[in-house]
């Protein structure tokens, strides 16, 4: 290997971005949402220190607070905090009046931030403090390297978690697999369906199945435009489908439909999450929505979504857990069959004798 200026060379692709290029696309030209939203029932003093820590975090990451927008999803307790955040740090701060869901959070403060025409990344992190601003310059360098190499300006950068399991649990996480799974299914549908190739050089080379579903986006500014200013495809699903469920299978299916080039950047998580309001939403309807809004908005036929199930849940472990685990599958699969107007399927995970 060789060494030119600050430009390496040798038996890879030149990497051209150079360190300062790099950090200064991050801390001049990269904004940051932060979704807000407590349970009316949180604790007051741990939200307000788990919002406190997230935002002075990416505060030291960007050289304008302004860049930074808290985004409050019509919650008393979440504008209270929100509100005080934003006095101290002075970010940036939309308030919705009607909790509509993440989705409808995240377009909120993705357009107060386009009104800086600075600005060529937006990322998205949740307001849990599970997402580390350090990384973001991962993503920024990681986007920036993928416009040059492809010549495309839309992209989204997914943040993939080195474990699921870890903070999410088994539940979560099996479900998380599933939602995964049939979504990469969905997209190579459509890409067959569209006469176009899907991409996947960029997103798959540190495991075959991306992590969709993590909170921890970047967005290229085209596709930020494109995804969170257009009107809202609710393709034959309820609205708390679009807005609440299938948020990160929204964002990643209307890029992709968009012309995004997607790409995977490792990240870190806790090992168990610090604030989550998993146990208080209907896990089948969650679960099932997360997999019927993508096929659906893809135009995935009934019959190929019902076989696609019975290909995955034989390789969940949560399969393996009888009777709740398998009771769990059977009910989201007969949840997503039900609404393709389908029958429900047998009465066990059909697989194979011998592994």
């Known amino acids: 290997m060789t060494v030119t200026g600050s430009t390496f060379t040798g038996s890879r692709a030149t990497v051209s971005l150079p360190t300062s290029a790099a950090l200064a696309l991050l801390e001049e030209h990269t904004g940051v949402v932060i979704p807000v939203y407590f349970r009316p029932d949180a604790d007051p003093a741990v939200a307000r220190a788990t919002l406190h820590d997230t935002v002075m975090l990416f505060v030291r990451e960007l050289r304008s607070p302004r860049s930074i927008c808290l985004s409050v999803d019509g919650s008393l307790l979440a504008e209270q905090v929100a509100r005080e955040a934003a006095a101290t740090f002075g970010v940036r701060l939309v308030v919705s009046p009607e909790n509509r869901g993440k989705l409808a959070a995240l377009a909120a403060g993705v357009t107060a931030l386009l009104e800086n025409p600075n600005l060529r990344y937006l990322a998205m992190v949740d307001a849990d403090g599970d997402h580390f601003a350090n990384e973001l310059l991962n993503f920024v360098r990681a986007a920036e390297h993928v416009a040059e190499a492809t010549g495309n300006d839309r992209l989204l950068a997914l943040g993939n978690r080195s474990s699921r399991y870890r903070p999410l649990g088994l539940l979560r996480a099996e479900g998380e697999e599933l939602a995964n799974r049939m979504l990469m299914d969905a997209l190579v549908y459509d890409a067959v369906a569209a006469g176009k190739p899907l991409m996947l050089q960029f997103l798959t080379a540190y495991d075959p199945l991306p992590d969709f579903h993590s909170g921890y986006k970047c967005f290229s500014?085209?596709?930020?435009?494109?995804?969170?200013?257009?009107?809202?495809?609710?393709?034959?699903?309820?609205?708390?489908?679009?807005?609440?469920?299938?948020?990160?299978?929204?964002?990643?299916?209307?890029?992709?439909?968009?012309?995004?080039?997607?790409?995977?950047?490792?990240?870190?998580?806790?090992?168990?999450?610090?604030?989550?309001?998993?146990?208080?939403?209907?896990?089948?309807?969650?679960?099932?929505?997360?997999?019927?809004?993508?096929?659906?908005?893809?135009?995935?036929?009934?019959?190929?979504?019902?076989?696609?199930?019975?290909?995955?849940?034989?390789?969940?472990?949560?399969?393996?857990?009888v009777p709740q685990g398998r009771d769990e599958l059977l009910a989201i699969r007969d949840q997503v069959r039900a609404e393709y107007g389908l029958p429900p399927g047998p009465p066990d995970i059909i697989r194979p004798d011998f592994v």
């Open 221 to 321: 500014r085209r596709s930020a435009e494109q995804v969170f200013t257009a009107p809202p495809a609710l393709a034959g699903c309820t609205p708390d489908a679009y807005y609440r469920h299938a948020i990160e299978a929204v964002m990643v299916v209307e890029a992709h439909k968009g012309g995004a080039t997607l790409l995977a950047v490792n990240r870190r998580t806790f090992d168990e999450q610090p604030i989550s309001s998993f146990a208080s939403i209907n896990r089948i309807r969650l679960a099932a929505d997360l997999i019927l809004w993508p096929c659906k908005r893809l135009g995935v036929p009934g019959p190929f979504v019902a076989q696609w199930l019975d290909n995955h849940l034989p390789a969940l472990l949560l399969g393996a857990l």
